[in-house]
């Protein structure tokens, strides 16, 4: 799993690349949140576009990025996800949890309104 690291204004896109289940690399996710929390970014766009499966524990990390984006009085949406990750939102009804947006632009610009 790759973790890419785009800025659009003050939004922060986080490019993930691989399956979302689990590990140390997926804790990497977190890690990255925390770093860029501490540096005052606040916004945050996860865009899973290259992600084909998350497991439970993928669907945890993006929690924990969520809770310490929202600790901080930030936001972290999420743009991309194939339909298999639509799917598992679904079904654990974190599409009330998460803005998703079809696209990465669409999400960052979501901020400025």
């Known amino acids: 799993m790759k973790i890419k690291e ?6 922060v896109v986080l490019e993930i690349k691989g399956d979302l289940v689990g590990g140390p690399e997926t804790q990497e996710i977190h890690n ?7 540096e005052g970014f606040r916004s945050f766009v996860v865009d899973l576009g290259s992600v084909k499966w998350m497991n439970s524990s993928g669907l945890g990390i993006l929690m924990s990025c969520l809770t310490s ?14 339909q298999k990750v639509q799917s598992l939102f679904m079904i654990t009804q974190l599409t009330k949890v ?11 610009a979501s901020f400025e309104l």
């Open 32 to 38: 990255k949140m925390k770093l860029l929390l501490s």
């Open 98 to 108: 998460f803005h998703n947006y079809d696209s990465v632009e669409k999400a960052v």
């Open 69 to 82: 984006a929202t600790e901080k009085d930030g936001e972290l949406k999420i743009a991309r996800a194939a």
């Open 6 to 11: 785009s800025y659009h204004g003050k939004v």
